[in-house]
């Protein structure tokens, strides 16, 4: 039974910082790669940050480039995403994805993820 649990979402004011976890359990944590995604109301779930099995690579949507920074601690099956300088265009559900592939050119598409998380509320106040 595989599940993504993210945590740390809430209320920020726009400047502000949040920090989102994604814990994992029910898979081998350190031959995925995790993803962040975020789905505004009535819009796409739009490609965040990624970051590979050891942690040693990432790459960003250049919406969130320069401000958020995902990192992961594999002896603990934790993801996080470091949110810098929120914007009230963050607000959004974010969730966290595994795969078992890192190919730029075809892991910012959602549909090619093996596991979701249920998402956590961010809303950025200006």
């Known amino acids: 039974q595989v599940q993504l649990v993210e945590s740390g979402g809430g209320l920020v004011q726009a400047g502000g910082s949040l920090r989102l976890s994604c814990t994992a359990s029910?898979?081998?944590?350190?031959?995925?790669?995790m993803g962040w995604f975020r789905q505004a109301p009535g819009k796409e779930r739009d490609f965040i940050a990624a970051i590979n099995w050891s942690g040693d690579s990432t790459y960003y949507a250049d919406s969130v480039k320069g401000r958020f920074t995902t990192s992961r601690d594999n002896a603990k099956t934790l993801v996080y995403l470091q949110m810098n300088s929120l914007k009230a265009e963050d607000t959004a559900v974010y969730y966290c994805a595994a795969d078992r592939i890192w190919d730029i050119a075809t892991m910012t598409r959602a549909g090619r993820y093996d596991y979701w998380g249920q998402g956590t509320q961010v809303t950025v106040s200006s």
């Open positions: 029910g898979l081998s944590f350190k031959s995925y790669i």
